[in-house]
Nanobody
Framework: QLQLVESGGGLVQPGESLRLSCVAS????????IGWFRQAPGKAREGVAC????????IYSPLVPGRFTISRDNAKNTVYLQIDNLQPEDTAVYFC?????????????????WGQGTQVTVSS
């Protein structure tokens, strides 16, 4: 059964960096596109970035600044989200999920399953 577990969040100061991890279990991540999402307090969950299967092509939400980098290490069955120069507005719970259709162009409702996420808090 497909399962994704997020980790790597924490409390950081503005300007610092974090690398979030999304580890897959029960399946070979090579065959899946993976998306990162975030949900800030009181706001809807929004897409951040997605990396395709195969050639690992990437797309980023236009709402997300160029401080985010998504990558994958298939040997470790892991997808990463590097966030540099963190700002208070990046405070959110970050989730990863796979599009059931296999495409990063899928609507958010097509992604799953949803785990507990990892909390990122940016505060001075």
């Amino acid at each position: 059964q497909l399962q994704l577990v997020e980790s790597g969040g924490g409390l950081v100061q503005p300007g610092e960096s974090l690398r979030l991890s999304c580890v897959a279990s029960g399946f070979n991540l090579d065959y899946y596109a993976i998306g990162w999402f975030r949900q800030a307090p009181g706001k809807a969950r929004e897409g951040v970035a997605c990396i395709g299967r195969g050639d690992g092509s990437t797309i980023y939400s236009p709402l997300v600044p160029g401080r985010f980098t998504i990558s994958r290490d298939n040997a470790k069955n892991t997808v990463y989200l590097q966030i540099d120069n963190l700002q208070p507005e990046d405070t959110a719970v970050y989730f990863c999920a796979a599009p059931q259709t296999g495409s990063c162009q899928a609507a958010q409702d097509d992604f799953g399953p949803w785990g507990q996420g990892t909390q990122v808090t940016v505060s001075s």
